[in-house]
């Protein structure tokens, strides 16, 4: 697969679960990549960067550098998100759940100027944006935004493109738990899924790659969720 040799990409969140996936097979695919995370890390032929996407400074300069890039993907989570019943949750964590759309904000406004006309951008939302899932309002209010974000954005930003991933619930080093506590998680939140399994990482950055390959889509989400909405 060579489809995307002479490109440059950027991605962001990109050192680690579904972030990590989409960078190997841009890296596969022929693009010159560079990974940007708040982590340090070391990926073959891979540029890493250290970086917070809600540091405007540090992003506008990471695409100064690389004028004329010609993809951008944000994967990045921009910190942690409050999990629970919306009348126990704290405010203060339903409101810092929205650092992931900041960042988003973030990279494609301070982005967009600096890449080739015929760029493309992709951004991950969340499954629990159109499928309720107790525990998860604050990520779902966050991920309809994103979505929301991402089909205005489109009209504004052409020619360059930006389309979106749903992922479904799936098993990435983002989840702490181990063993067969980890496999109980998965097996009972995805029973009732057409598809009753866990996605990887690498179905979800398949559908980036896809997104960021077909020139003919922009204001799209992909849904990667085992038949998770439709249910």
């Not at 708040?38 to 540029?47: A, S, T, W, Y």
């Not at 209010?141 to 991402?150: D, K, L, N, Q, R």
């Not at 960021?212 to 998770?228: K, Q």
């Amino acid at each position: 697969m060579t489809k995307f040799s002479g490109k440059k990409a950027i991605v962001l969140g990109g050192t680690s679960g579904i972030g990590l996936a989409t960078t190997e097979m841009l890296r596969d695919g022929g693009a010159e990549v560079i990974a940007g995370s708040r982590r340090e890390c070391g990926i073959d032929g891979v540029e890493c960067v250290t970086i917070d996407v809600l540091d405007r400074e540090a992003l506008s300069a990471l695409f100064e550098r690389n004028q004329g890039f010609d993809i951008l993907v944000n994967a990045a989570t921009g910190g942690p998100r409050a999990i629970g019943p919306f009348l126990d949750m704290e405010l203060d964590g339903f409101q810092n759940s929205f650092a992931k759309l900041w960042g988003y904000v973030n990279s494609v406004r301070l982005g967009v100027p600096h890449m080739a006309a015929t760029g493309a951008v992709v951004l991950y939302s969340g499954y629990p944006a159109r499928k309720y899932r107790p525990g998860t309002l604050a990520i779902g209010t966050v991920g309809g935004s994103v979505e929301a974000f991402i089909r205005l954005a489109a009209n504004e930003i052409a020619p360059v493109r930006i389309n979106g991933v749903c992922p479904g619930l799936i098993d990435t080093p983002m989840s702490p738990l181990e063993g067969e506590e980890r496999k109980a998680y998965y097996e009972s939140g995805t029973e009732g899924h057409l598809i009753p399994r866990a996605g990887t990482a690498a179905e979800c950055a398949s559908a980036a790659i896809f997104l960021l390959g077909n020139e003919f889509v922009t204001g799209t989400i992909v849904d990667v969720d085992g038949g998770a909405i439709v249910t």
